[in-house]
């Protein structure tokens, strides 16, 4: 965010304060900031985080020629937000242990009883809840359920804190397999060399390639509009999205026609599912079944 | 002339002059900076309100509450009474080094509370990467926190009078009844320094967060993280609260002020030879345990950590930043601590005690949900005055950090007396010069350790920094947390280090004093 916030400022000339905090923080912060919010513009790395203030009237509609420059799943479900990146949910192995044959097709196949004690989760990452939501809104609240139960029956002993644990758990031998969104891994790889540590996608369209966006939005009262909007514009046009390609984060821009990261399989490659981020609410549900299930 | 002579106990004049001194100023004083500690309380229990019962019921009511409610309260028990033996042991084997030893050492055993906790925690993980669960945030807890124990005993041991161990010595005591009788001196601030060990486990949630050890307060950061739900988390943390009341309650008939002897420094010669080894061992390790580790991890992550992935940024000005608002509330804490403090003297009932304790409630909520209370009022009632400055933050930490202050200062008010007081008053000086000249002395070195306490604790303060801070700026432990979050640790290692040197110098300043101190104290007048 720094360099786009920088290249902003030097094409613009418009001066840009910028706040920085984890996204639970400034989203809590901006609803007890209310009507009253000095914000004019949030940014969060996950689209519930931006359906919770939406859901509480904090964000401003925003134009469709703005929404229209990006993939159709990086709209917020009522214009509230547009995505600025975009990765994919996959899946990470032990290659010692796995072969390429005995990895899951999909998702679903989490819940098989053979990866019992092979499976790891990070119930309380922020991007395990976009792949319970999708679940729910494939399958339903009861099998989602079921889902759940199985799943943390073979990962028991293997709850972990974040995506951060459950690779270098995998990495130690300490554990199987996991789902997490891609970049992940190529920041763990691009840290240190681990060669039994690989990365498989589920197949095609499946209901757990799901996308996840860092979105962006404008608060109902900004109180520098004007400015606000050309911000957005800017994080849509071709020359912020390729800031985004080229920013090392391993993350996909969201404009259909901004260049492919180097060194990134474009994302058509991993099959993404067909789930939009716009039914994922505000991530409610998900903790809701998720406690419900005792994983969090 | 002999002050013991002059003790009487109970003398009725010194009563009446006691009660019309407090009826005028003291009280209302304590009364008002606690209800202004406690404001927090009440953001927490107006968005409780408004969160639907049966969300909070399905919360509740589940087996994994009981789990966690049982994880919290063995952790709490555990961790606070391990820190009391430890930091009492610290504070016993420092006062056995000679002046000079403990003016080098004290810094080192005191600088831990000024390592963040994901510190302390990453330099252990990496030693042993297998360590997690209780024994783990067990033994991070007790690490980081023991000092809240040691610093106020220590304190308190350089303000005892060694006169009556003299006497007791001479009269035959036996070992065993000498230790008793130091216990007794540091009692006070023994179990105040753990309650707030206490209090800051039940708070505690990124630590516990690295090493995968649910408690219900992870449980509640769950509710802002996963759900965005910020009612739902506050009603969660009233059940905190009520644990924190119940560890206050457990805490007040333990602490009642009973014997306390005055200054004459410390140890003599003879004393301390014998038992300078078995210190410096004690000393050595815990030194090694506290503060080597998480140095270890610093210095292992500026040379080997890995490539940098974020523009470099100068660590002078969040240096200045964290140091003049730490600075800042470490004088505001200090200065609201001493009126409570005061009332909490012997002979005030337990009016003081009271007021005192209930402010001890605010260290169990999470600085989050602190900082969200300012935002929350100054938007709705002040629309929006000072938002966001420097002077909110400083006034935010010194909510959060108050109790820090307060039990050090409170430590050597119990070893303090009115009718040191009186006795000057009887001797022809006013009361301000009484207290001024007679009681302040006294008091020097809680307010010391208080000042310390507080700037150690608000330079790693986090979660509260990030909301309230002025925009464009930036502190050590919010720099930290940029490079930190996005796996830049080679790059966060340089603010991890300025948060203990920054912290050094409080804690050098503080050893220096107690190393002077002796030539300027008596027994006599």
């Known amino acids: 965010m720094a360099k786009l916030v920088a290249a902003f400022e030097a094409k613009t000339a418009i001066p840009v304060a910028l706040r920085s905090a984890s996204e639970q923080v400034l989203v809590s912060q901006v609803l007890a900031e209310a009507d009253h919010s000095p914000a004019d513009v949030v940014v969060t790395e996950n689209a519930p985080a931006m359906n919770a203030l939406a859901e509480h009237h904090l964000l401003a509609p925003l134009p469709a020629e703005q929404l229209a420059r990006v993939v159709k799943e990086a709209r917020g479900p009522s214009r509230q937000w547009l995505g600025v990146s975009r990765r994919v949910n996959v899946l990470v192995y032990d290659a010692r242990r796995l072969q390429p044959s005995q990895l899951p097709s999909s998702i679903e196949d989490l819940a098989e009883p053979r990866f019992k004690g092979l499976l790891g989760l990070a119930p309380g990452e922020s991007d395990f809840s976009p792949v319970v939501a999708a679940y729910e809104h494939v399958h339903g609240q009861a099998a989602t359920l079921t889902w759940l139960t199985a799943m943390k029956a073979n990962a028991a002993g293997h709850l972990l804190p974040d995506n951060e644990a459950l690779l270098s758990q995998i990495a130690l031998g300490q554990l199987g397999l996991a789902t997490m969104d891609q970049y992940y891994w190529y920041r763990f790889h691009h840290d240190t060399a681990h060669a039994r540590v690989k990365m498989a996608a589920f197949a095609p369209g499946g209901t757990g390639n799901v996308i996840g966006v860092s979105a962006a939005g404008i608060t109902r009262q900004a109180p520098h509009a004007k400015a606000a909007r050309a911000f957005l514009d800017f994080l849509s046009s071709a020359e912020g999205q390729r800031i985004v390609a080229n920013s090392g984060a391993f993350e996909y821009p969201t404009s259909p026609s901004a260049p492919t990261p180097k060194g990134l399989p474009p994302i058509s490659q991993y099959g993404p599912s067909s789930v939009s981020p716009a039914v994922m609410g505000s991530g409610r549900s998900a903790l809701n079944l998720l406690q419900a299930v005792q994983l969090l | ?525």
């Open chain 2, 1 to 525: 002339v002999s002050l013991v002579a002059l003790e009487r106990p109970g003398g009725k004049q010194g009563s009446s002059w006691r009660r019309s001194l407090k009826s005028r100023w003291l009280a209302p004083a304590a009364i008002a900076i606690a209800l202004g500690v406690l404001s927090p309380l009440l953001f927490l229990v107006l968005q409780a309100f408004s969160v639907g019962r049966s969300d909070l019921a399905a919360i509740l009511w589940r087996s994994l509450t009981a789990r966690l409610l049982i994880n919290t309260v063995g952790l709490v028990v555990a961790v606070s009474v391990s820190a009391a033996v430890l930091g009492s042991m610290v504070a016993i084997w420092l006062d056995r080094l000679s002046p000079r030893m403990a003016r080098f050492i004290l810094p080192l055993v005191v600088l831990p509370v000024a390592i963040p906790d994901f510190l302390v925690s990453y330099g252990w993980r990496t030693l042993f990467p297998a360590l997690h669960g209780f024994g783990a945030a067990c033994l991070v807890m007790v690490l980081a926190s023991f000092p809240l124990v040691g610093l106020p005993a220590f304190a308190a041991l350089r303000g005892m009078d060694r006169s009556a161990l003299e006497v007791a010595q001479s009269l035959g005591a036996s070992r065993w009844r000498r230790g008793v009788l130091i216990f007794a001196q540091i009692r006070s601030a023994v179990v105040g320094g753990s309650l707030l060990v206490a209090l800051v486990v039940l708070a505690e949630y990124g630590a516990f967060e690295i090493l995968g050890f649910q408690t219900f307060t992870t449980e509640i950061f769950t509710q802002f993280k996963v759900g965005f739900d910020a009612t739902g988390a506050c009603a969660l943390s009233l059940v905190v609260v009520l644990l924190s009341i119940l560890a206050v309650g457990i805490e007040l008939p333990l602490s009642g002020p009973r014997l306390h002897l005055r200054g004459s420094g410390p140890l003599k010669e003879g004393d301390r030879s014998r038992s300078q080894v078995g210190a410096f061992l004690g000393l050595g390790i815990t030194a090694a345990l506290g503060l080597g580790v998480p140095l270890g991890a610093i210095a292992y992550l500026m040379l080997a950590g890995p490539p940098a992935s974020l523009p470099s940024a100068s660590v002078f000005a969040p240096l200045w930043h964290s140091a003049s608002y730490a600075a800042g509330a470490a004088l505001i804490v200090t200065l609201a601590a001493l009126p409570v403090a005061l009332l909490t003297r012997r002979g005030s009932g337990r009016l003081g005690q009271i007021v005192e304790r209930f402010t001890f409630l605010v260290m169990a909520v999470p600085g989050l949900v602190v900082a969200l209370g300012f935002t929350w009022a100054t938007q709705r009632f002040g629309r929006g005055f000072g938002y966001q400055s420097a002077w909110l933050l400083i006034a935010a930490y010194s909510v959060i950090f108050f109790p820090l202050g307060l039990v050090s200062v409170r430590a050597s008010v119990a070893q303090s007396s009115y009718r040191f007081e009186e006795l000057a008053r009887s001797l022809g000086a006013s009361p301000s010069a009484a207290f001024r000249r007679v009681t302040l002395p006294m008091l020097v070195p809680g307010i010391l350790s208080a000042l310390s306490l507080v700037f150690l604790a608000a330079l790693t303060e986090l979660t509260a920094t990030l909301v309230l801070i002025p925009t464009g700026s930036s502190t050590l432990s919010s720099e930290f947390w940029t490079f930190e979050t996005n796996a830049s640790y080679g790059q966060a290692a340089p603010f991890a280090l300025a948060m203990v040197l920054l912290g050094a110098v409080p804690t050098v300043a503080l050893s220096r004093y107690f190393d002077r101190r002796p030539s300027r104290q008596g027994a006599d007048i």
